[in-house]
């Protein structure tokens, strides 16, 4: 199977077990907070001998800092408690010093696995033992994550491959504990301002990673995508195995692929890489617009290539729907209208859609509104009509394909919201915004990646059409 999916062996420091329990989770966190007290009183009085240019560096040093030893320790409990700092690093762009997004983004799921002997006990309670004895389970796991890790298994009787994804021991449990702990550590680290009420986001964080935790729910939305794309030759998701599927444990085919960062897909031909692009783009336009049901995490281990020998048809491999959001069709409307008046320059257009789903409220001024128009306008930058004269004229190709691969456009709008949105009129996003968005950097992520080539206008112009 070359080097397709193979379990990564370069990380073999294998953890016998994950704290999982209440009390030894809290006392690790506890210890943690007891101790960035005491950094935070030696760095306030640090600071009081400190002026100007030198007292803004030591901050975000300190930041830094506070933010790393955070982050260690959430990598090292694993379970709720580290997918709770990874979704609050995308909240955080909106309260946290810069320098702590940055460091708490870096929490990936790319973890050490736990051992066997931890999560066969899980496995033996969700399904039983007659029939667990019905698979031959490779005890070295192919994927480790913070909630679970995957174990490839054989079908005994019929011979198929699956991957068995078995969620740790206590991780849903642990839910309460965990947030309630890690709102505790956000404040007793300094790195959210005392005044700020972030109950809210932390109900949030609770609501997300209990979905997250519930495979009976990611078994229907996989089931739903498998249903949807079985028609379309570009996409494979993997089929269920409900006879080896619980509340804790789901089990579905093995699929294979490669990264879309792997030197096999980067060498496919520029038009290859095209048409994995336009794939990946219209999947998401067409989960948003049509379902409104759009799978959240853009990961590229959730997203592998199926490259074919025979260069006719490359496929794209779906995995991991547990974080699929669904999406009401007024707020679809309602944000196809910001796109729309993005696209036509209509400031009135977008300002009702920001009105609409809650980003901004009927007192917000002018100005700032003026500001959020900016921004939407060079966001909306790849679809908009060849040769539109708003886009740097390098960034087409000769035919007015827009050039992904050289874009500057993120850094371009990282200067345009600091500078503009920085105000108290603009509040934290509702969730769906922030997942939304989430995808979105990742389908611009993965067209950047394959250094695509593409004319992006034509793909959303029905759904900007509809009233």
Not at 24 to 41: Q, S
Not at 144 to 167: D, F, N, P, R
Not at 303 to 314: A, Q, T
Not at 414 to 431: D, E, Y
């Amino acid at each position: 199977m070359a080097k397709q999916d193979k379990p990564d062996n370069s990380n073999d420091n294998t953890l016998d077990r994950i704290k999982t329990g209440a009390l030894e989770r809290n006392v690790a966190l506890t210890r943690m907070g007891v101790g960035a007290g005491a950094k935070i009183a030696g760095h306030t009085v640090r600071n009081f001998f400190r002026r100007g240019e030198s007292r803004d560096e030591a901050n975000r040093n300190f930041y830094k800092a506070q933010a790393k030893e955070l982050a260690d320790e959430l990598g090292r409990l694993k379970g709720s408690v580290m997918k709770a700092g990874q979704m609050l690093s995308l909240y955080g762009q909106y309260f946290l010093p810069k320098e702590a997004v940055e460091v708490l983004a870096t929490l990936q799921d790319n973890t050490p696995a736990v051992s066997w002997s931890f999560v066969e006990p899980q496995l033996l309670d969700a399904l039983g033992e007659q029939t667990i004895a019905k698979l031959d389970i490779q005890r070295k796991p192919i994927a480790a994550a913070s909630l679970g890790q995957a174990h490839v298994a054989t079908i005994k009787a019929t011979g198929e491959q699956v991957v068995v994804k078995i969620q740790y021991p206590g991780v849903a449990s642990a839910i309460e504990s965990d947030i309630r702990t890690l709102s505790r550590l956000v404040y007793a680290t300094r790195l959210a301002p005392k005044a700020l009420d972030l109950s809210h986001v932390f109900s949030e964080l609770r609501d997300m990673l209990a979905r997250e935790c519930d495979y009976i729910q990611e078994r229907e939305f996989t089931e739903t995508f498998h249903a949807r794309l079985s028609g379309d030759s570009r996409f494979i998701v993997p089929k269920v195995y409900p006879q080896f599927c619980a509340q804790r444990v789901l089990t579905t085919h093995y699929e294979p692929g490669y990264s879309v960062s792997s030197k096999e897909v980067q060498a496919l031909s520029q038009s290859r890489r095209n048409a994995l692009a336009k794939a990946f783009a219209e999947l998401f336009v067409t989960e948003f617009f049509e379902w409104n049901l759009v799978q959240t995490d853009p990961h590229f281990g959730n997203y592998r290539v199926r490259i074919d020998p025979l260069g006719e048809n490359d496929q794209i491999v779906a995995l991991d729907f547990g974080a699929t959001r669904s999406f009401s069709p007024s707020f679809v409307q309602s944000y196809a209208r910001i796109v729309k008046g993005s696209l036509n320059a209509n400031r009135r257009e977008i300002a009702q859609g920001v009105l609409e789903i809650g980003l901004m409220s009927e007192d917000t001024p002018q100005w700032i509104l003026e500001g959020f128009g900016d921004l939407t306008e060079l966001i909306v930058e790849p679809f908009r009509k060849p040769f539109d004269p708003r886009v740097p004229e390098h960034l087409y190709t000769p035919g007015g394909a827009y050039c992904f691969g050289i874009t500057d456009l993120p850094a371009r709008v990282g200067q345009t919201a600091a500078l503009k949105m920085m105000s108290k009129h603009f509040k934290i996003p509702p969730q769906e915004i922030i997942f939304l968005h989430r995808r979105i950097g990742g389908v611009l992520v993965t067209l950047r990646t394959l250094r695509a080539e593409l004319r992006l206008h034509e793909l959303l112009t029905p759904y900007l059409a509809r009233d």
